[in-house]
Nanobody, 116 residues
Framework: VQLQASGGGLVQAGGSLRLSCVAS????????MGWYRQAPGKQRELVAV???????NYADSVKGRFTISRDNAKKTVYLQMNSLRPEDTAVYYC???????????WGQGTQVTVSS
């Protein structure tokens, strides 16, 4: 199983980035896919999740600014991040979870840095 995240980088406050996570080795369509982030000295936190039934949920801190989506044919989950703030700076991790199997997998993370 591999979750390959990409799309991170350095952006100024107010800018946008789109993260992608391509999955392999799993039946992608049955997994809930999530994005988490971990800032230096802080615990990893949930940013957004999209279920296998395509229901999306967001952390309060990103509602209205971030959008999670998925393409089951491409086995890819996306996180569109707009109006970025310095406090969004973190390593962003892709997660795949199946309540049914059960199974839980993590990607390697991609760094997002927002300058003020």
């Amino acid at each position: 199983v591999q979750l390959q995240a990409s799309g991170g980088g350095l952006v100024q406050a107010g800018g946008s980035l789109r993260l992608s996570c391509v999955a392999s080795g799993i039946i992608f369509s049955i997994y809930d896919m999530g994005w988490y982030r971990q800032a230096p000295g802080k615990q990893r936190e949930l940013v957004a999740v999209i279920t296998s039934g395509v229901t999306a949920n967001y952390a309060d801190s990103v509602k209205g600014r971030f959008t999670i989506s998925r393409d089951n044919a491409k086995k890819t989950v996306y996180l569109q991040m707009n109006s970025l703030r310095p406090e969004d700076t973190a390593v962003y991790y892709c997660n795949a979870e199946s309540q049914v199997l059960p199974a839980n997998y993590w990607g390697q993370g991609t760094q997002v840095t927002v300058s003020s």
